[in-house]
């Protein structure tokens, strides 16, 4: 991280740019780690009803709602993720 | 500028020019593509309402498969029998924003107007509404707030944890997550497809590198596919999630 610093304030010369810079490397880091609980939960879940609409097939459509209703709850924290990273980069 | 590629600012991607009129009341693409899906979900049921035959045919057909789609798939799983009377809504909410999103994958027009905060907040604000004035009206303002924030079945002393958390969590994240989760998949496939585009039309032009072009269109062309579902999918996902709230500010917690 500070390798990273350094090599940031060797270009970036003008606080605009400094700012900028600091805001792209926040907004990388921001995504990037928010991506990784949800990837690990939504792939976690579609696992788990696809046991459950495996072993009883006749609950397929109430497993499946379930499923798609749990899959936006999760998703919804990604994207917050998302939006992070896009005032950071952008506004 | 890497290999000459160079992506055009933001702006361009989500901010578009009034036709006429001033700023923020103008009238821009958002907007008219608004008043097409409004009118585009108006017209079909109009039209398929005046055709009155007993074994639907046509569009009367596909209105009413659409229909009993809401009623089977999201009423009926989430609500139950009392909430065939919120179908009109649900159906009307669904039909909208699945045409405001299609736009995204129309060749030439390819700007999904949910891409811009304004039609998802204020969608989820509508909602919020609506379940806030269902809860109140069918089981009094005072039994349903003391029923969604004092919870029963819960131990008189975990009150003081659990009741800020159910207020925040059903009155505050509800709509906000509503919100996000429509304006930041649409705005997310959005800048996908305007970044493997612009790649294409660069690596055209540019000799050198046109032997990576197959890849990127390979990438455009199902990331394409992926958006038409996406667009379906968070359609699909705004109206269940509407009927969930409407259910459970319905029928109380036992």
Redesign the interface.
């Known amino acids: 991280m500070s390798a990273l610093v350094l090599a940031q304030e060797a270009v970036a010369q003008t606080p605009d740019d400094i700012k900028a810079a600091a805001g792209a490397q926040g907004a990388g880091m921001a995504y990037g780690l928010a991506a990784i609980g949800p990837g690990i939960g939504i792939g976690y879940l579609v696992g788990q009803s696809v046991q459950a609409m495996a072993r009883q097939p006749e609950a397929a459509?109430?497993v499946r709602?379930t499923m798609?209703?749990g899959?936006?709850?999760t998703?919804?924290l990604a994207?917050?993720g998302?939006?992070v990273f896009?005032l950071l980069k952008?506004v | 500028m890497i290999f000459g590629l160079e992506f055009p600012p933001?702006e361009n991607l989500v901010e578009w020019p009034n036709f006429a009129g001033d700023s923020w009341y103008g009238f821009n693409k958002i907007a008219l593509t608004y008043l097409i899906a409004t009118a585009a979900t108006a017209i079909f049921f109009l039209v398929a309402a005046s055709g009155k035959s007993l074994v639907p045919k046509g569009v009367q057909n596909l209105a009413e498969s659409s229909v009993k789609f809401i009623e089977d798939?999201i009423v009926m799983?989430?609500i139950g029998p009392d909430g065939i009377r919120y179908i009109p809504y649900l159906a009307s909410l669904f039909f909208f924003i699945l045409i405001s999103n299609l736009f995204e994958v129309v060749p030439g027009w390819q700007m999904p107007a949910n891409a811009r905060m304004g039609g998802p907040a204020f969608l989820a604000l509508l909602t919020w509404a609506f379940f806030i004035i269902v809860g109140i009206k069918h089981q009094g303002p005072l039994k349903y707030f003391k029923g969604a924030l004092f919870p029963p079945g819960v131990p008189k002393a975990l009150y003081i944890l659990v009741t800020p958390i159910e207020f925040i969590s059903t009155f505050l994240v509800r709509p906000f997550?509503l919100a996000?989760?429509l304006?930041?998949?649409m705005?997310?496939g959005h800048i996908l497809l305007v970044t493997f585009a612009v790649l294409c039309a660069t690596l055209w032009a540019l000799n050198g590198l046109v032997l990576a072009l197959p890849f990127s269109f390979f990438m455009l062309v199902a990331l394409t596919g992926f958006e038409i579902m996406v667009s379906f999918?968070q359609a699909?996902?705004f109206t269940?999630?509407a009927a969930?709230y409407l259910g459970g500010a319905m029928h109380p917690e036992h």
């Open positions: 459509g109430m709602t798609f209703l899959i936006a709850f998703e919804a994207l917050i998302f939006v896009i952008f | 933001i798939g799983e989430t997550s996000v989760r304006f930041a998949n705005l997310a999918l699909y996902i269940i999630l969930v």
